[in-house]
């Protein structure tokens, strides 16, 4: 448990046993709460109308750990913001703030690096250095809704690091954004993106039945699959399928999943009729992503043609396909382009 001991990890239940085992009202806790999830306060002596002693009682036991901008780019071709923020411990992450006509979307880190080693993703080139906290995945959010002002209408769990691989916090932090007494965010503005680490997406779909969930799918064949992400070969593909199909049957949600096209890896006439196959009567859609080169790989995007060919082709079986509009390329934003760190990034722009 001690990782979720920061004041901001903690759940309205949990502050409020917290507030009462320090001896006092009930009502503190909904006050700092309001103060740390709706009115965004960094720091404990921000908290105006609550004691001082019950402020330093509590942070004793849960200090309030947030997140330090310390650089931030912003994209020449879309507006897109990305943060680079230091944790309390040194460990640096990124986000991306993402402005559309219906919208804005914060892309937040789930951990300090990864590690599942997706051939093609840069966020993986270093391994894992820890998971985040709930506290440190809510902050990268409100850091950024308070340093701009923009109002945030979508989460997505899409930036560095696995989900999946430190669900617990991950849970607690979509409780957290959630709740009517902090940010009140609707569930169904929420979408956690997973490689696919099954025995998750079973008790995701139990646990959270109205947040969008998106598979990192990148292939039709566990051949295929096996040679650009290293978790497929704990997980097959005839299991991944069944669990999707059972996220989609519980929640009564469509279901995403990612398809990164790699030039003569998977982007074939063949795979296309092979995907198509594999989601054959299941609701869901599919984004195809041109695969962002990095420079430790030689892996290319797939040629243009290529690309609406196999569009085309899902297009004609009556799927649902789009292909992502790339954000924040020039400031290395875009999907697989986030790092853990910030000396590794020198010499790429
Ligand atoms: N770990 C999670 C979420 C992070 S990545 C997951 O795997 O889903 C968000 C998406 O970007 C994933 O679909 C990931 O596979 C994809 N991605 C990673 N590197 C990429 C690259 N170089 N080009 C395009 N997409 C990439």
Redesign the pocket.
């Known amino acids: 448990m001690s990782e979720w001991k920061d004041l901001r990890s903690l759940t309205m239940d949990e502050l409020t046993e917290a507030v009462v085992g320090a001896g006092e009202k009930k009502f503190r806790a909904k006050q700092i709460y309001g103060w740390l999830h709706q009115k965004l306060v960094r720091s404990p002596e921000e908290m105006k109308n609550v004691p001082r002693d019950l402020l330093s009682r509590l942070t004793e036991d849960h200090p309030l750990y947030g997140v330090t901008e310390i650089e931030r780019y912003v994209s020449g071709l879309d507006g897109t913001m990305k943060f680079l923020f230091r944790l309390h411990d040194g460990n640096l992450i990124e986000s991306v703030l993402m402005k559309y006509k219906h919208g804005n979307s914060v892309c937040i880190s789930s951990q300090a690096g990864?590690r599942?080693g997706?051939r093609?993703?840069?966020s993986t080139l270093m391994g894992l250095a820890r998971n985040l906290t709930p506290a440190e995945m809510l902050d990268q959010i409100y850091a950024i809704r308070s340093a701009t002002g923009e109002r945030v209408s979508n989460v997505v769990v899409?930036?560095t690091?696995?989900?999946f691989d430190n669900y617990e916090s991950l849970s607690r932090m979509i409780t957290i954004l959630t709740d009517p007494e902090g940010m009140n965010l609707g569930s169904r503005s929420i979408t956690v993106?997973?490689?696919g680490i099954i025995p998750m997406i079973y008790r995701f779909a139990d646990e959270h039945p109205q947040v969008n969930l998106?598979i990192?799918l990148?292939a039709s064949n566990d051949a295929t699959r096996r040679e650009l992400m290293p978790v497929a070969r704990s997980y097959g593909m005839d299991q991944l399928m069944e669990a999707a199909r059972y996220y989609v049957d519980k929640t009564r949600r469509r279901i995403t999943f990612?398809y990164?096209l790699v030039k003569g890896v998977n982007d074939h006439r063949r795979q296309a009729e092979e995907l198509a196959g594999l989601v054959r009567g299941l609701n869901c859609h599919i984004n195809l992503?041109p695969?962002?080169p990095?420079r430790e790989r030689d892996y290319q995007q797939a040629d243009t043609g290529h690309i609406a060919a196999f569009k085309g082709l899902l297009e004609q079986k009556h799927i649902q396909v789009t292909v992502r509009r790339e954000m924040g390329r020039d400031i290395s934003a875009a999907?697989?382009?986030l790092r853990k760190g910030y000396k590794e990034r020198n010499g790429e722009r």
């Open positions: 990864c599942m997706c093609f993703c840069a899409m930036g690091g696995e989900p993106s997973t490689c998106a990192s990148h990612e990164s992503i695969v962002n990095i999907c697989g382009q």
